[in-house]
């Protein structure tokens, strides 16, 4: 089981589909790699003593929890649940200007 399949059946008990397991593999990578942010600081600082590398994901993911730095993540999954379909994209985005 890869690192992201076995971080999504820690935190539900089911082995995740295997989108949702790439999806959130790519998330970690990006998150993990993205300048040196808060949360890429935490991780990076958690990894350098040698901890698990579930333990350095879990510190980039507590920083992403606070307002100052992950709030455009939860802004994002809204509007991802908004939307629900491909075929909602093009409406959302005109409704989304025609209230500017």
């Not at 059946?9 to 790519?26: A, Q, R, V």
């Not at 510190?59 to 709030?71: K, T, W």
């Amino acid at each position: 089981m890869s690192h992201a399949a076995n971080f999504l059946y820690t935190l539900n008990g089911e082995k995740p589909e295997s989108e949702l397991e790439k999806i959130f593999d790519i998330c970690l990578i990006l998150h993990a790699d993205h300048t040196l942010n808060a949360s890429t600081f935490a991780a990076r600082q958690v990894a350098s003593t040698r901890a698990h590398m579930y333990s350095a994901a879990s510190a980039a993911v507590g920083a992403l929890s606070g307002e100052l730095h992950g709030g455009a993540n939860y802004e994002v999954m809204r509007m991802l649940l908004d939307i629900k379909t491909i075929d909602n994209v093009e409406p959302y985005i005109k409704q989304k200007f025609s209230q500017k």
